[in-house]
T-cell receptor, first 112, second 112 residues
Framework: EAQVTQNPRYLITVTGKKLTVTCSQN?????MSWYRQDPGLGLRQIYY???????DKGDVPEGYKVSRKEKRNFPLILESPSPNQTSLYFC???????????FGDGTRLSIL | GESVGLHLPTLSVQEGDNSIINCAYS??????FIWYKQESGKGPQFIID?????DKRQGQRVTVLLNKTVKHLSLQIAATQPGDSAVYFC???????????FGKGTKLSVIP
């Protein structure tokens, strides 16, 4: 089954404790992206990757890092999480940026 | 489920009626537009897309209309069903851009 898998689905943690949210897709997509979703603000793009080893900032990259060492994986790293990063996060993938993206089911992060 | 619909514009329709959800965009260089549906607790799901060389595209029970003159996009759902209840987002991207920009979303509630 074609899918985008995120882990964990839920995480409660404390300020400053590094965390990684993993994202994996099995569709051989070149393009992958991370979004955060906040009430009243919709989905905002954090980072995206056009292909392996090629990443770039989206609209809200501050406080986040990404890596794309393999085509299928695109982890989101919060080196020193802060409460304003409490949000619902989505990973997505597509063949390229001008094709429909497939989304994961989301990761709810709570930073205390 | 995840609460992403706070403070969203809401459209309530009777089951069996047609629904029209509107979206305004600001970037005149955008040339690819997508509608997504997001149900509670899930990631956005692709519904239909349209490119700027078209002004109308039809799918199964859904039609997207694009008016480039006034930078307006609409999603029409025929014979709306309870399963159509969700938050609907439009998204846009431009030629040569790797970024996808989402609208704030509209919550559709279908009254049985």
């Amino acid at each position: 089954e074609a899918q985008v898998t995120q882990n964990p689905r839920y995480l409660i943690t404390v300020t400053g404790k590094k965390l990684t949210v993993t994202c994996s897709q099995n569709m051989n997509h070149e393009y992958m992206s991370w979004y955060r979703q906040d009430p009243g603000l919709g989905l905002r793009q954090i980072y995206y990757s056009m292909n392996v080893e090629v990443t770039d900032k989206g609209d809200v990259p501050e406080g986040y890092k990404v890596s794309r060492k393999e085509k299928r994986n695109f982890p989101l790293i919060l080196e020193s999480p802060s409460p304003n990063q409490t949000s619902l996060y989505f990973c997505a993938s597509s063949f390229d940026s001008n094709q429909p993206q497939h989304f994961g089911d989301g990761t709810r992060l709570s930073i205390l | 489920g995840e609460s992403v619909g706070l403070h969203l514009p809401t459209l309530s329709v009777q089951e069996g009626d047609n629904s029209i959800i509107n979206c305004a965009y600001s970037n005149s260089a955008s040339d690819y537009f997508i509608w997504y549906k997001q149900e509670s607790g899930k990631g956005p799901q692709f519904i239909i897309d349209i490119r700027s060389n078209m002004d109308k595209r039809q799918g199964q029970r859904v039609t997207v209309l694009l008016n480039k003159t006034v930078k307006h996009l609409s999603l029409q759902i025929a014979a709306t069903q309870p399963g159509d209840s969700a938050v609907y987002f439009c998204a846009e991207t431009g030629a040569g851009s790797y970024q996808l920009t989402f609208g704030k979303g509209t919550k559709l509630s279908v009254i049985p």
